[in-house]
């Protein structure tokens, strides 16, 4: 089977740093998006990481360890606006031809 | 430049009708994904289409369908409604078949009573 773990909320304060980790087993493993989705709304593609190491994107960096099956997603210098649901997402077919999402992180920042 | 346009934004139907969803990706891209999403879940990948050709398909039953035209736009077409088809059906397109980075549209809302 496929499967795709991330915590199911995290929660933060303005100006804080959060890391949200997703670990996955699939049948195949070509590459691991991010996905930003607020309420209502359609998601929005943050980053991709198809090789090992750290993609820097302004306030968002993805992180990726296939050896470890393991990625993370960390968002500094939080905002209100970053209140959302993330999700991590493997593209498991070379062809690009199927892309498993996991169920999301609920993220919460406070003031 | 026009992002990705899914139409209609909502819709209700009676279990055992018929439903067609319209997307248009945005200008140039080539790819349109479908995907399911239910409250408090991730997407749930239906289909892909390439150069009007598809690509795969997720695990889905047979009352699912689509294609996708010349212009790139896209049809998915989900016969015998259930309960369980409400959800929101997101439209996503991307340059490539490479699905890593997909742009989406804002969903079409399907309610079956």
């Known amino acids: 089977g496929q499967s795709l773990e991330q915590p199911s909320e995290v929660t933060a304060v303005e100006g804080a740093i959060v890391q949200i980790n997703c670990t996955y087993q699939t049948s195949g493993f070509y590459g691991l998006s991010w996905y930003q989705q607020h309420d209502g709304g359609a998601p929005t593609f943050l980053s991709y990481n198809a090789l090992d190491g750290l993609e820097e994107t302004g306030r968002f960096s993805s992180f990726l360890s296939r050896s470890d099956s393991y990625g993370y997603l960390l968002l500094q210098e939080l905002q209100m606006k970053d209140s959302a649901s993330y999700f991590c997402a493997v593209r498991v077919n070379q062809a690009g031809t199927a892309l498993i999402f996991g169920k999301g992180t609920t993220l919460s920042v406070s003031s | 430049d026009a992002g990705v346009t899914q139409s209609p934004t909502h819709l209700i139907k009676t279990r055992g009708q018929h439903v067609t969803l319209r997307c248009s990706p945005i200008s140039g891209h080539k790819s349109v994904s479908w995907y399911q999403q239910v409250l408090g879940q991730g997407p749930q990948f239906i289909f892909q289409?390439?150069?009007?050709?598809?690509?795969g398909r997720g695990n889905f039953p047979d009352r699912f369908s689509a294609r996708q035209f010349p212009n790139y736009s896209s049809e998915l077409n989900v016969n015998a409604l259930l309960l369980g088809d409400s959800a929101l059906y997101l439209c996503?397109?991307?340059?490539?078949?490479?699905?890593?980075?997909?742009?989406f549209g804002p969903g079409t809302r399907l309610t079956v009573t």
């Open positions: 996503a397109s991307s340059l490539t078949g490479e699905m890593g980075e997909q742009y």
């Open positions: 289409y390439y150069e009007k050709e598809e690509r």
